[in-house]
């Protein structure tokens, strides 16, 4: 790998790492200057690699560089909390503070990362921003690209949501076993909503941001790897990402546009992943308490079976009236109206559409549109140029449009 690509490569793999095992050492209020430090190091590289050459071990290197400059933060603003005090016998901070960089205590700092920055006191826009920078490794750019907001606004956000933490005084630690279940519900949904920002992206230049939806899965399987977060909802989250990451290939076309399910290529399937999920899905079934993500998870299971089958429509249109029930969410009551329209008849379905009213969204009209063009091409036409109104990214437009097109 060239070094141009490699310093960004990097940086997305490793900062997370430095910055999780540095906030475990310096403690959660000095948050940014752990970011600072391995920001730093980073620059060091960028700084020193084109001149000596990229080192044998280059993350070996960035490690090294990250401890010489975490010892001179702490020897500057004598840092020496009881936390790190007490665990030094004599006065050389060189001999005795240790940045433990081995693998499992960076998975351990970043699972007590992630349950740090999903505290309920933060809000959920700040937590997965939160989580893209801290533990993800994402530049403030990236975190604004994903949020269709501005840099300023995203800096504003991340500081708001560090004080937070100072004030509140959240500590970098594993929930005991009596607060595990109550902490990890903001967790998931952190990571349901990361999955989501990459899988239903809104940016003009991406109909998909594989980054984040694989950092969600990624920071999923964290969860499971460790015993005591290895639950049934944990399983079946992770199964409803691994049932939508495999059709990732299938989704969108060679010029980046969206490609609809039904006109999706089966055999670009990631059948790996397919079967992944259905392991998870499987684990899921233990325990007897049913969450959304079960749900969820089974329905994006019947989406990996190409079949057109009436079956297969009512078992997902019976998932869907579940969901309704455990949580109800005016999208998922939109997709149900798909599903009934498969399952049953379009009349019915568009009847149940009309009903929810939900007039500021372009996947409404869109849908309205697709019903109609089976029975009444200019009242699809409408739906479609309302939905188009509404539409954000050059890409949905085009979509609606040649949809339009194929009615005349």
Known sequence: MQQKELIPHLFRTEFSK????????LGLEN??????????SFLSAFETWPYKGIPENPTAWLYVVAKNKALNHIRRNKLFSQKIAGHLKNDSVEEEIEIDLSEKNIKDGQLQMLFAVCHPTIPPEAQIGLALRILCGFGIDEIANAFLTNKETINKRLFRAKEKLRTENVRIEHPSSNEILSRLEPVLSTLYLLFNEGYYSETNDAVLREDLCNEAMRLNYLLIEN????????NALY??????ASRFAARKNSNGEIVLYDEQDESLWNKELITKGALHLSKSSQGNKLSKYHLEASIAYW???????????????????HLLQLEYSPIAALNRTYALAKARNIKEAITEAVKLQL??????????GELYKEIDNEKAKDNF???HSLAVTATDK???????????
């Open 18 to 25: 430095i910055v999780a095992v540095l906030c475990k050492l």
């Open 31 to 40: 948050i940014q200057a752990a970011e600072d430090i391995a920001s730093d």
């Open 227 to 234: 015993e005591s977060t290895d639950l049934p909802q944990v």
């Open 239 to 244: 199964a409803l990402m691994c049932f939508h």
């Open 303 to 321: 989406h990996t079976i190409k079949t057109d089958s009436k079956e297969k429509w009512e078992n997902i249109l019976q998932l869907y009236n």
């Open 359 to 368: 007039n500021n969204n372009h996947y409404y009209f869109t849908l309205l």
């Open 385 to 387: 140029l309302k939905a």
């Open 398 to 408: 085009h979509l609606i449009e040649q949809k339009i097109d194929a009615l005349q």
